[in-house]
């Protein structure tokens, strides 16, 4: 009969003071260990962690999130490890279940987990991803920032247990992090997953011309299938807001090679079919400019621009993201 903790939780902190008792306390009949890793935390939040019995270590940070969260799980004793954040919590999740299937079930060494992310405006996304590992596995995390367990030949199971996310509901605190994810990024090696991380950073911050300059890069280098999907939305989203018709259309056609029923190529298709309708209602009216025959839809230049910036919130005189 194996012996010791039967699940850890492996986090990595700093200055989480407003979000990690929340966390904690969704733990508490879930985890028997939990395994801290504070990066230079000068609010409250070792003291927090220290009242709830976690086991603390401090180190230096190395702008790299993989090495940090390998630290954790290396430090865990338990014959399972769940990552979990600070800003999320454990919801509806049936604790005792859980502990039954890790005790007793004959399950995959990855454990697959749902999370929901909640945004500023009320936006909530639902994913599906790899967030608790046997620790016999040895398996890790790797690349600094979007950091991935490495899991792609391994068997994995949907477990219950369910996440909330509430870190990206502050704007100032999502501004900040996207700050820092694309210090990183700029600094990471210029392979498949290094230009995916930086087109993803700058297209936060509405760098549109970054973001088409790498997604045509990621698009030429030899990636994943996902990864040159990820290029052809993120290319075609930046075309469209740099008005360059001849990249969107590029974008598009690879992204059709490879899935043609992708919602996100529906969306820009979309958008641009928007624009270009009216376009040529502003080209119909100038003067000297005639449409071949009497109209048969409305038509309200103004109406589909303002449809426009309801869809992106863009500026479309301008092609600036507010």
């Known amino acids: ?69 390998n630290q954790a799980m290396d430090r865990a004793r338990g014959r399972w490890l769940l990552i979990i954040d600070a800003d999320e919590e454990l919801v509806d999740t049936d604790a005792a279940e859980t502990r039954h299937h890790l005790e007793h079930a004959p399950l995959p060494p990855v454990l697959l987990v749902r999370n929901t992310l ?11 991803s790899p967030r608790v590992v046997c620790a016999e596995s040895g398996i890790r995390f790797r690349y600094p920032i979007h950091e ?40 990471m090696e210029e ?38 999907m990820d290029a052809c939305v993120l290319g075609g989203a930046a075309a469209f807001s740099l008005r360059d018709d001849a990249a969107l259309a590029t974008f ?20 641009d079919a928007a ?8 080209e119909g009216a100038e003067p000297g400019g005639a449409f071949l025959r009497p109209r048969v839809f409305h038509h309200n230049a103004k109406e589909v621009e303002r449809l426009i910036r309801a869809f992106t919130g863009t500026d479309s005189d301008n092609g600036q993201h507010h």
């Open 275 to 282: 624009r270009r309708y009216g376009r040529s209602l502003g």
């Open 1 to 69: 009969m194996a012996t010791g903790p039967l699940l850890s939780a492996c986090l990595i902190v700093k200055d989480e003071e407003a979000h990690l008792p929340r966390c904690l306390a969704s733990l508490e009949d879930l985890a028997d260990e939990i395994v801290l890793v504070d990066t230079g935390s000068i609010d409250a939040t070792v003291e927090i962690a220290e009242a709830a019995g976690a086991r603390i270590s401090h180190e230096p940070w190395r702008e790299d999130f993989a090495f940090h969260r």
């Open 148 to 187: 991935q367990l490495a899991v792609e030949d391994c068997r994995a199971a949907l477990s219950n247990i369910r996440l909330l996310h509430h870190g990206y509901l502050s704007a100032e605190g999502l501004a900040a992090k996207e700050g820092r994810n694309r210090r990183i990024a700029e600094a």
């Open 252 to 271: 598009l056609e690879a992204g059709r090679e490879l899935d043609s029923a992708c919602p996100d190529l529906f969306f820009l298709e979309l958008l």
């Open 118 to 128: 909640v945004y500023p405006d009320g936006h909530r996304f639902d994913l599906v």
């Open 191 to 228: 392979t498949p997953h290094g230009l995916h991380c930086r087109a993803r950073s700058a297209m936060s911050q509405g760098d549109w011309p970054v973001v088409l300059d790498t997604s045509r890069r990621l698009l030429d280098c030899n990636c994943a299938p996902s990864q040159r």
